[in-house]
């Protein structure tokens, strides 16, 4: 089974900053299974990137995902006030059938 | 608009049956272009995905190897929902449960229940 590990557990920055988040693979990923989510306290997690690069549907082109292989990052331009969260990547593998998740970066505000 | 309603209680027992129900708006549960999906989140184990039924011509599941033995995962086509069934739960199993769409092709969770807290205690 894959384990996805994210770094760093705990991100502290201001508005207007650059986050940059970290997800890496114990094996490689397709990048077509690769996604990430944005969850707040008391709420579902919300899909801000698939395909490893694509963007949801009306998620913000602030937010922006790389990588391939073993390691992925999420990139938050420009954080705004209403960014601060738990962010988490998520890997799907076919055989047999399965979706992990990561532990989660929660961004907070510094 | 696609949404998910969860329904269920929200305090099991030990060793009963944990039961879920997600119903389903603005999309189908017959529909060949997405699977339906139960994940848990807990503090102990994050977030963990349980198994999914989808529709390819005919109906198909996928259970997580960690419960394999006590899930079952059905569609109900005549309501447009789907269910969960997790037997012999023990405190472990205390989570909180969100049903969620997979769109084909993507591998993602797109749309999601609003989640239901269970709690199993005597």
């Known amino acids: 089974e894959i384990v996805l590990t994210q770094s760093p557990g705990t991100l502290s920055l201001s508005p207007g900053e650059r986050a940059t988040l970290s997800c890496r693979a114990s094996?490689?990923?397709?990048?077509?299974?690769l996604a990430w989510y944005q969850q707040k306290p008391g709420q579902a997690p919300r899909l801000l990137i698939y395909g490893a690069s694509s963007r949801a549907t009306g998620i913000p082109d602030r937010f922006s995902g790389s990588g391939s292989g073993t390691d992925f990052t999420l990139t938050i331009s420009r954080l705004e006030p209403e960014d601060f969260a738990v962010y988490y990547c998520q890997q799907y593998g076919s055989s047999p059938p399965t979706f992990t998740f990561g532990p989660g970066t929660k961004v907070d505000i510094k | 608009q696609e949404q998910l309603q969860q329904s269920g209680p929200g305090l099991v027992k030990p060793s009963q049956t944990l039961s879920l129900t997600c119903a389903i708006s603005g999309d189908s549960v017959s529909s060949n272009n997405a699977t339906w999906n139960w994940i848990r989140q807990s503090p102990s184990r994050g977030l963990e995905w349980l198994g999914r039924t989808y529709y390819r011509s005919k109906w198909y599941n996928d259970y997580a190897v960690s419960v394999k033995s006590r899930v079952t995962i059905n569609p109900d086509t005549s309501k447009n929902q789907f269910s969960l069934q997790l037997t012999s739960v023990t405190p472990e199993d205390t989570a909180v449960y969100y049903c969620?769409?997979?769109?084909?092709?993507?591998?993602?969770?797109?749309?999601w229940g609003q989640g239901t807290m269970v709690t199993v205690s005597s």
């Open positions: 969620a769409r997979v769109q084909r092709g993507t591998a993602a969770f797109d749309i």
């Open positions: 094996q490689s990923v397709s990048s077509s299974y």
